[in-house]
């Protein structure tokens, strides 16, 4: 059994409200015990500047390892040289028993995503006897919000295709919604990051704003258990 922490969207700006509140969360997970990894789905920096990335790493550190992934306000350069050390940023963890693929579905200048060929490619050769969690920005499903839903990763099809011939992969792990979600695709289950920055408002709750601001961020807690199943306890950090 392993516990993974997940957050997303942290969109650090230099700013003091998005610089406590990714602190606040991380405190909260820094304070726990018999954590395994901690996560984070993209939109780390707000507009990608470097001095918003060399923020993220003070800010996103824990004796646990951190895991990330960009999103469509990360810019790749910026991202890999500070957070990464230039280094891939499609990557493997082995988290105990559970591989973790991070991948990035970001496009350029876009808000919605894409698995390019490379990508896919790379996850089918990550892909072995392992119990395996895929973890990139963009949902490949509808979260029911119509101004998010224009946003998606359009590409869901072929992602479909691969996992229909991996059965290793127990579950997809995603950000950008700003909000917690459990849902399934292909099979898999998807589990979406609360947003720490914001909170998604829904068409049933409404109002005429997208993003909710007074709401306290969140975290997520994903056991992959042995049996290859996965549960997910959400946690507002107050």
Same mark, same amino acid.
């Given at each position: 059994?392993?516990?993974?922490?997940?957050?997303?969207?942290?969109?650090?700006?230099?700013? @003091?409200?998005?610089?406590?509140?990714?602190?606040?969360?991380?405190?909260?997970?820094?304070?726990?015990?018999g954590?395994?990894? $901690?996560?984070?789905?993209?939109?780390?920096?707000?507009?990608?500047?470097?001095?918003?990335? @060399?923020?993220?790493?003070? $800010?996103?550190? #824990?004796?646990?390892?951190? &895991?990330?992934?960009?999103?469509?306000?990360d810019?790749?350069? #910026?991202?890999?040289?500070?957070?990464?050390?230039?280094?891939? &940023?499609?990557?493997?963890?082995? $988290?105990?028993?559970?591989?973790?693929?991070?991948c990035?579905?970001?496009?350029?200048?876009?808000? @919605?995503?894409?698995?390019?060929?490379?990508?896919?490619?790379?996850?089918?050769?990550?892909?072995?006897? !392992?119990?395996?969690?895929?973890?990139f920005?963009?949902?490949?499903?509808?979260?029911?919000?119509?101004?998010?839903?224009t946003?998606?990763? !359009?590409?869901? !099809?072929?992602?479909? @295709?691969?996992?229909?011939?991996?059965?290793?992969?127990?579950? &997809?792990?995603?950000?950008?919604?700003? #909000?917690?979600?459990?849902?399934?695709f292909?099979?898999?289950?998807?589990?979406?990051?609360?947003?720490?920055? #914001?909170?998604?408002?829904?068409?049933?709750?409404?109002?005429?704003?997208?993003?909710? *601001?007074? *709401?306290?961020?969140?975290?997520?807690?994903?056991?992959?258990?042995?049996?290859?199943? &996965?549960t997910?306890?959400?946690?507002?950090?107050?």
């Amino acid at each position: 059994m392993i516990v993974l922490a997940h957050l997303s969207d942290v969109h650090l700006d230099g700013g @003091e409200r998005a610089h406590e509140r990714a602190a606040r969360v991380m405190a909260y997970i820094n304070g726990l015990t018999g954590i395994d990894a $901690v996560l984070v789905t993209g939109d780390i920096a707000d507009h990608g500047e470097p001095a918003e990335y @060399e923020e993220a790493a003070q $800010v996103l550190t #824990s004796p646990f390892l951190v &895991i990330t992934c960009p999103g469509n306000h990360d810019v790749p350069a #910026s991202y890999r040289k500070v957070l990464l050390r230039d280094a891939p &940023i499609n990557r493997r963890y082995d $988290v105990a028993a559970v591989a973790v693929l991070v991948c990035n579905s970001a496009i350029p200048g876009r808000d @919605e995503g894409r698995l390019d060929g490379d990508t896919l490619q790379w996850i089918a050769d990550q892909l072995d006897d !392992t119990p395996t969690l895929i973890a990139f920005h963009h949902p490949p499903v509808p979260m029911h919000q119509p101004y998010f839903d224009t946003m998606l990763l !359009t590409n869901a !099809t072929d992602l479909a @295709e691969l996992l229909a011939r991996h059965p290793q992969v127990v579950g &997809i792990l995603n950000g950008h919604a700003h #909000s917690a979600a459990a849902t399934s695709f292909a099979g898999v289950p998807v589990r979406v990051g609360p947003g720490v920055v #914001s909170t998604l408002r829904l068409p049933w709750e409404g109002g005429d704003r997208i993003a909710d *601001l007074e *709401l306290p961020p969140a975290v997520a807690f994903h056991v992959i258990a042995d049996d290859r199943t &996965i549960t997910t306890h959400y946690r507002v950090v107050p």
